[in-house]
C-alpha cells in the first residue's frame, strides 16, 4: 500500500506519512508509559522539576570532562536548544575549578547563507550562542584552549576530529520534524518518491550541508526569532549520523517546548520498538547501542482534541 502524501510539505517525507496504527499508539501514550519503553540500550528517565532537569543536563557535559586527560582526551557533542543548561556547565565548572585543558566539545551544527556557514555576527548563530552563554563565562584559566572547540565550518577536519577525540556523549534536542542535530527528514523526490530511503542508506550520511524540512524553519523562527521565519536561513550544516555512531551515547532532552506531546511521544515508541524510518530521523537511534530519552515531567504534555 502507498505511504501517504506529508501533510504539511508535499515535495517532502515526515512522520505524517507513517501508518496511521503506529501514530494512534503513540498518542495513547501516559507519561508512565514512557518509562515502560525502556530497554536493553534504551533509557528513559523523567524528571520532576525543571531545575533538576536542567541541572542534570548540565552536568552531563561536566562529567564528561572530567574524565579528560592528557593520554585521553575526550569531549561532548551539544546543541542549540535546548541552552537553558548552557550557563549552568559555566557556573558548574567555575564553582568545582574543573581543568578542561584536555577536553574537547563540538558544536552540533551551523547555519548556512551563501553557501557558507554565518559568522558570530548573525543574530542566529549557533557557535556565538555558546561562546555567550558557556564557553565565555569559563574562567579563563579553566577554558579549554580553542582549537578543542570544533563547530562545523570546515566540514572535513570537523568530521575527522571525531576520529581523532573520543566523543564520550552526544547530547540534543528534538525538533517538531523529529531530528537530532539537522538530520531532517529526505525530500520526496527521485528515487525516493514512493518510499523514504532506508536507514542503512541515511546512517552512511556523514557531516554535510542540507536542506531543512519546512516544519524545522518554522519551529527555528518560533523558539529563537519570535516567529520571524525570513530571518531563518534553509540550509544548514550538521553533524551526521556517521559521527553520531561513534559517540558512545546519544543522549536526548525533552523540556517540552521544542517538540510537542505527541512528537515526544512518537519518538520513544519507535526507538523502544526498533522501528527506524527515515521519515523519522530520531527514530534510526534504534540502531545506536546506547541512547537516553530525559524528560521533564511538565513538558510531556497530553495527547486529545482541546478547543480553545
Known sequence: MARPISKVAPDWWDYTTLDAHLLADAAKLAPNDLLQLSR?????????????????????YVRV???????????I?????????????ARIVNALDVKLHNAHFWGMDEWI???????MDHPLSFAKADM?????????ELRMPDENIHFPLDLDAYSESFDAVHCLVMQGGQGEVKHWAFNDPPKREGEWQHEPPPPGRYLQLKTRITDLHPMTVIQNARTSGG?????????????????TWKADCVSIWHPGHHDNAFGVRLTALM???RAPDTSVPMSLLADHPHVKFNYYRGGIGTVEAELH
Request: aromatic content about 8%; some cysteine.
Open 132 to 140: 555567550d552563554l558557556c564557553f565565555n563565562r569559563i574562567r579563563r
Open 113 to 119: 547563507e551563501n553557501d557558507r556557514p554565518v559568522s
Open 40 to 60: 536493553d540500550g534504551f533509557e528513559v528517565t523523567i524528571y520532576d522539576t525543571l531545575e533538576e532537569f536542567y541541572c542534570a543536563e548540565a552536568l552531563e
Open 77 to 89: 557533542c551539544g546543541p542549540i536548544g535546548p541552552t537553558e543548561q548552557l550557563p549552568l556547565v
Open 227 to 243: 516567529g520571524y521565519v525570513p530571518q531563518v536561513p534553509t540550509r544548514a550544516a550538521t553533524v551526521g549520523p556517521v559521527e
Open 65 to 75: 570532562w572530567q574524565q579528560a586527560t592528557t593520554d585521553n582526551p575526550v569531549g
Open 271 to 273: 526507538i523502544s520498538k
